[in-house]
């Protein structure tokens, strides 16, 4: 089935500990993206990719790094310096064609991230 | 600055009836309205989107009319049944260039959490 798989569902991070949190698309889907979800706060788009090798900062990029070396993974690092990093993580992916032609964004089911 | 805005925050409505959910934005550039439903502990999933030369588009039991002099949009659910109680996020997308190609990020409204009473 095609669609979007990020792991792990749920982490645990201990304080100064950096974690990697996976995505990986199998719609061949040029862009990528991340946001975290904070309740109350809708979604915050942390970082977006619309090609291998490239990627832009976000609203909310301090704290986090990417990387896009294949097309259809986009792993996202949470390093010690996010000083509040418990959340909700989402990945999405989109075709990247024009608006026009209706496309938008697709999700996968999330992975939470919890400081102990 | 937040883009969107959307409401109310939450929203109770029995069983049969109308939920009505608003969105209000600023940004001219914004070219694609999606909606998303949001089960707790799930992604978002797209439930249906619209266009600014559309005024209204309806998909089973779920609406959206969108008044461009306006600025604002808003999902109207018919026949409300307790199975529709989740969260839900307006969203508006703007298309941009980038060196090679064209990327597009989407703003999301800050949420509505529905809950149907049977």
């Known amino acids: 089935d095609g669609g979007i798989t990020q792991s792990p569902k749920y982490l645990f991070r201990k304080e100064g500990q950096n974690v990697t949190l996976s995505c990986e698309q199998n719609?061949?889907?040029?862009?990528m993206y991340w946001y975290r979800q904070d309740p109350g706060q809708g979604l915050r788009l942390i970082y977006y990719?619309?090609?291998?090798?490239?990627?832009q900062k976000g609203d909310i990029a301090e704290g986090y790094s990417v990387s896009r070396e294949k097309k259809e993974s986009f792993p996202l690092t949470v390093t010690s310096a996010q000083k509040n990093p418990t959340a909700f993580y989402l990945c999405?992916?989109?075709?990247?064609?024009?608006?026009?032609?209706?496309?938008?964004?697709?999700f996968g089911e999330g992975s939470w991230l919890t400081v102990v | 600055q937040q883009q969107v805005k959307q409401s109310p925050q939450s929203l109770i409505v029995q069983k049969g009836g109308i939920s009505i959910i608003n969105c209000a934005y600023e940004?001219?550039?914004?070219?694609?309205f999606p909606w998303y439903q949001q089960f707790p502990g799930k992604g978002p999933a797209l439930l249906i989107a619209?266009?600014?030369?559309?005024s209204e588009k309806k998909e089973g039991r779920f609406t959206i009319s969108f008044n461009k002099s306006a600025k604002q949009f808003s999902l109207h659910i018919m026949d409300s049944q307790p199975g529709d109680s989740a969260t839900y996020f307006c969203?508006?997308?703007?298309?941009?260039?980038?060196?090679?190609?064209?990327?597009?990020?989407?703003?999301f409204g800050s949420g509505t959490q529905l809950t149907v009473l049977p």
């Open positions: 999405a992916s989109s075709p990247g064609h024009p608006v026009n032609s209706g496309n938008t964004i697709y």
């Open positions: 719609l061949n889907h040029d862009a």
């Open positions: 990719s619309q090609i291998v090798n490239d990627f």
């Open positions: 940004n001219t550039a914004f070219d694609y």
């Open positions: 619209i266009r600014p030369d559309v």
């Open positions: 969203a508006a997308i703007a298309g941009r260039r980038l060196h090679s190609g064209s990327a597009r990020q989407l703003t």
